[in-house]
């Protein structure tokens, strides 16, 4: 009889199954495919979602440059206001140290004169009476004098430090604007950056979507400023009717002649139509200059700088912001804008153009772009102020 052969127990090295086998090399696969793959990019982003990425950027740097503005114009009046103090303190400092002059002179007599107050036992000792009262005249004229020179020195002591402390503080005021005007100018330039950084990235297909976009936009725009167009001719036109009519009606009851309508827009004013053709024609001479941020001309202009210029021809002074802009004038509504109004965008109110007629309006629109018409409704509209 053969003897009994125990079989053998599985190897701890293989795998005597081939359905284990199969599954074990099946994961090991996928495992090896999964660390070997590339982590998956980020979805490119829509077209129009670039566009409105890079429209958000310009609006911002918009911001941003009216902060600059602010803290520039802010800085110009500090440094004016530092460098008259100074001057002051100087020539105080200068009085004060004539003032020492004059007390130590003062002194200096005294102690030559050997002046000092004299008294009846003095009279009494004095060989010369007539001495004694030449004394005591002198020290009365020198003790009058040295009471008026110790009060200047005094009155332009406490002066003068009174004036070194303003400078003091004006000097810190003065660096905290310049360190807010850097601010501004950095977050300006981190702006622009970022959106040339998208444009530089878009295909060629990309940028003729994101003109087709634009064009539709501005063709959007310019349909809201022919609507616009009529309404106001129509709304002119009735007015001139009532006026018309009213002129006519003038001439009849009691009276003794007839009336005639001048047609007139009620509330017109001859001067501030005036005034508003001379901003529009300075306003029309800069089309075509670049939009450069902080600028107010003569050669290129940001949105504010150009209203600001555009109204100074006109013999008006605007400030130089927009958020101070759109505080100087009598707010109207969007309907009854006129020619030279100024028209303010979005809820921040950080653009301002200058309206001319028919829905349209000059501006200096962004950074890459020039001075030009462009309807009022190519931005969301805040509101419109009519200087005066």
């Known amino acids: 009889m053969a003897p009994h052969r125990k079989s053998r127990p599985p190897s701890s090295l293989g795998l005597r199954t081939p359905a284990l086998a199969t599954a074990a090399l099946t994961s090991v696969a996928l495992l090896s ?9 980020e979805p490119r982003p829509s077209t129009e979602e670039v566009q409105k990425k ?57 102690y030559r004169t050997g002046a000092s107050a004299p008294d009846s036992a003095s009279l009494l000792l004095a060989d010369n009476p007539q001495d004694y009262f030449d004394q005591t005249q002198l020290m009365n004229r020198l003790t009058a004098r040295q009471k008026q020179a110790v009060d200047e020195y005094v009155t332009q002591r406490t002066t003068t430090s009174k004036k070194r402390q303003e400078a003091s503080e004006g000097l810190e005021t003065l660096t905290t604007t310049q360190s807010t005007l850097k601010t ?29 976009i634009e064009r539709k936009k501005q063709e959007e725009a310019r349909r809201k400023a022919d609507e616009l167009a009529r309404q106001q001719a129509a709304d002119a036109e009735r007015r001139r009717q009532e006026a018309a009519t009213q002129g006519t009606g003038a001439g009849t009851g009691a009276g003794t002649g007839t009336g005639t309508g001048t047609g007139s827009v009620p509330g017109s004013d001859s001067a501030s139509s005036t ?42 002074t605007l400030p130089r912001t927009t958020w101070d ?8 509504s969007v309907d009854s804008a006129q ?20 829905g349209m309006m000059i501006h200096a629109p962004k950074p890459g772009a020039y001075v030009r018409e462009e309807s009022i409704y190519y931005m969301p509209i805040h509101s419109v102020v009519r200087p005066g």
Do not use: M
């Open 33 to 41: 495919q999964t660390a070997e793959a590339s982590p998956a990019a």
């Open 54 to 110: 890079i429209d958000d950027l310009y609006q911002q740097a918009g911001t941003a440059t009216e902060k600059y503005n602010a803290a520039k114009e802010k800085t110009t009046k500090q440094r004016k206001r530092v460098a008259t103090l100074l001057d002051d303190v100087a020539q105080r400092t200068e009085k004060l140290n004539s003032a020492r002059e004059a007390l130590g002179s003062f002194a200096a007599a005294q």
């Open 184 to 212: 501004s100018k950095a977050d300006v330039q981190r702006k622009l950056a970022d959106a040339r950084e998208l444009l530089s990235k878009l295909t060629a297909e990309e940028k003729a979507r994101l003109a087709a």
């Open 275 to 316: 005034k508003a053709a001379k901003a529009l024609a300075f306003a029309r001479a800069q089309i075509g200059k670049p939009y450069v941020w902080g600028a107010s001309g003569p050669g290129s202009y940001d949105c504010s700088g150009l209203t600001q210029a555009a109204w100074k021809a006109a013999g008006v």
């Open 325 to 332: 802009q759109v505080d100087t004038g009598t707010t109207v």
């Open 339 to 358: 020619p030279g109004d100024l028209v303010f965008f979005y809820d921040d109110i950080s653009h301002v153009g200058i309206y001319i007629g028919d």
